[in-house]
């Protein structure tokens, strides 16, 4: 891997898209284990250049802004809860404006690299409400005045909260006192008004991660002896961030998710470390012992363990070594560069954990038995994991960012294809309103056709790693009239695209999405066809399935096992794994429209 360079796959770039298509993909899949996505090294750099962009603005705003806070004496800093209250509104800020997650060209974003506000502070990009048609007012798929006002008031009490110096309410117990109630408060019923209006906005601001603390910060201003309330409820919402994502990963599906993650990491060198990952690379990519060892004694156990000892344990080395094991932890999963690029949450964490677990200690008056009421504790565990365990059993209803299952594997996703007669260029429709052009654009403006397909298509093979896109593309299978008749594209990847930020959540590139952009690009039947599978219940062992063609809406629901799925390699060589069809759209048969199209498809 080249600091200015990309690796390659060992093909023609001008013969690649003559290959079938599964050859396609297992050349892609198998380049995965020595390359990972083969992005040059100068893209990791500018990661890195934010991340210190991030911190030393974090130090410089919070110094700056703070009576009674030394800027360059960060001893004074340590135990004041004031440092976290305004740390909290810098993360939020930063990942409300999409500079966080989905940034960058790891992310899928090349020209321009920050696409989130942008879409979000432009009026006709595409809004997606949660619940149109139970909502008042909500209603529509456009976005207007009133959601970019929404948006930017947001984003502009954020900022005046981290402005704000401290004050002696109540619940301040040093000189440097803490922020008023108002910019949490306000921020709350904001980041709610406009979560009914575009559930987009809403998840990129990450409420999962921060708002019950914030909720708290501002609930419990007013009490006295507040403080230590504020500290438990942080403690207890990391705690379950942390186990919920351990809850989340047991299981097959995160194993591959380890795979593809640790040999997409820049850091990782060793060809021999990278294909003992697989039973027996390149032909086998079957999870090693190895593989299911980081996953889920280093991944899954260090979450379930840790947490446990730092929220409960009152004794200061163990509490100190489990601190130290979680911050390592942290930067570890940083320097992956892992795909949607969560990298200032990790950078966060790494200043959240021990700030909270050790300047706050339990053995000093800051343990879950120390809080002011039962209740406090109570409502702050009913309020990080309800929406978890709704989540797990109902992912048709609750967004997995919401139900914790960050970096799980088990997310909802899609494979979409579309005609190789051009029917993707419809997506540069100038009635499509966006702030940056497709990948294809891009990518082709870039690199040219022949290499920007390899790079396209190797999302596509990404997804087949993956236990959902191998469902995904053996239902294409027996879907399509001939696969060479299309090119395929990983959903979260065009949905950057399509509402300019994603992370994992495959419901908002769901039916409604494309019915949205069918309003404005005029796609016939057949040239846009997409596999959409959604989360794994935890109670059950399928997955559910829903074929949707552009111009017809939802034209077929199944399920297929999940077993069956993670048996087979990425590249199907035994062919479609079997599903169940449980609806089709009537006068609906697959591949009905792929003979209208036949005569003026070309191979691409």
């Known amino acids: 891997m080249g600091f200015m360079q990309g690796d390659l796959p060992p093909v023609d770039p001008a013969k690649f898209g003559s290959m079938p298509t599964m050859d396609r993909m297992k050349l892609l899949a198998q380049h995965w284990i020595d390359y990972g996505f083969g992005a040059p090294k100068i893209f990791h750099t500018f990661y890195l250049v934010k991340g ?56 899928f974003k090349f020209t321009p690299m920050t696409a989130a506000h942008r879409y979000w502070i432009r009026t006709g990009t595409l809004r997606l ?31 005046l909260g981290i402005l704000q110096s401290g004050e002696q309410n109540a619940a301040a117990y040093s000189d440097v006192g803490l922020l008023p109630a108002w910019p ?18 809403f ?150 954990t021990p700030f909270v677990f050790l300047g706050f200690f339990n053995g000093d008056g800051y343990a879950l038995t120390d809080a002011s009421s039962v209740w406090i504790v ?40 579309f005609r190789v007669n051009g029917a993707e ?8 309103v966006t702030s940056i052009p497709s990948h294809r654009h891009q990518l082709y403006t870039l690199f040219g056709p022949e290499v920007a397909e390899i790079f396209l298509q190797k999302t596509a093979a990404f997804r087949l790693t993956q236990s959902q896109g191998r469902g995904q593309m053996s239902v294409m299978m027996n879907h399509l009239d001939d696969l060479d008749n299309y090119q395929f594209r ?30 404005r690009c005029h796609f016939a039947p057949g040239e846009w066809i997409s596999v959409w599978t959604e989360s794994q219940p935890l109670h059950k062992k399928t997955l559910e ?21 993670v048996a087979q390699q990425p590249w199907l060589p035994d062919g479609p794994i079997d599903h169940t069809v449980t609806w089709r759209k009537d006068g609906y048969e697959p591949g009905m429209f792929d003979r209208e199209h036949a005569a003026e498809t070309t191979v691409g």
């Open 425 to 432: 260029a419809k997506l540069d429709n100038p009635n499509f």
């Open 203 to 352: 998840l990129a601001s990450r409420p999962e991660q921060y708002s019950v603390v914030l909720l708290g910060f501002g609930a419990l201003a007013a009490t006295s002896g507040g403080a230590v309330d504020m500290i438990i409820v942080a403690k207890i919402a990391m705690f379950a961030v942390w186990w919920c994502a351990f809850l989340s990963k047991i299981g097959v599906h995160f194993t591959p998710t380890v795979q593809t993650m640790l040999n997409n990491a820049p850091l990782n060198k060793s060809r021999a470390f990278r294909r003992g990952l697989y039973r027996n690379a390149p032909e086998d990519m079957m999870p090693s012992k190895l593989a299911v060892f980081f996953a889920h004694v280093l991944g899954t156990l260090v979450e379930f363990t840790l947490p446990l000892v730092i929220l409960f344990s009152s004794n200061w080395t163990i509490t100190l070594l489990a601190t130290f094991g979680l911050m390592f932890f942290h930067v570890f999963i940083y320097s992956m560069f892992a795909l949607a690029m969560p990298q200032e949450w990790n950078l966060f964490y790494f200043f959240y």
């Open 129 to 159: 409400p949660p619940w149109p048609d139970k909502i008042p007012l909500t209603k529509g798929d456009e976005r207007k005045a009133i959601d970019v006002a929404l948006y930017m008031t947001m984003l502009g009490v954020l900022a």
């Open 378 to 417: 109570v409502a702050a565990a009913v309020l990080v994991l309800t929406g978890p365990l709704v989540g797990n059993f109902r992912p048709d209803k609750v967004s997995f960012l919401i139900s914790m299952r960050q970096y799980a594997g088990n997310w909802a996703s899609a494979m979409m294809a």
């Open 184 to 201: 949490f408060i306000t921020y709350i019923a904001l980041q709610l008004v406009l979560g009914l209006r575009d559930k987009v906005t």
């Open 545 to 565: 399935y829903k074929v949707i063609d552009a111009a017809l809406g939802v034209v077929e629901r199944g399920y297929y096992t999940v077993a069956d799925a």
């Open 52 to 107: 210190a962009f991030f911190f030393i603005g974090g130090w410089l705003v919070i110094g700056l802004t703070t009576t009674g806070l030394p800027l360059w004496d960060l001893g004074a800093w340590w135990g004041e809860l004031i440092v976290l209250q305004k740390a909290m509104l810098w993360v939020v800020l930063w990942s409300a404006s999409g500079f966080n997650e989905s940034w960058g060209p790891l992310a």
């Open 490 to 519: 990983e959903g979260e990847m065009m949905c950057t695209h399509f509402v300019g930020w994603q992370f994992g959540d495959g419901h908002l590139f769901d039916e409604f999405t494309i019915a949205a952009i069918q309003k």
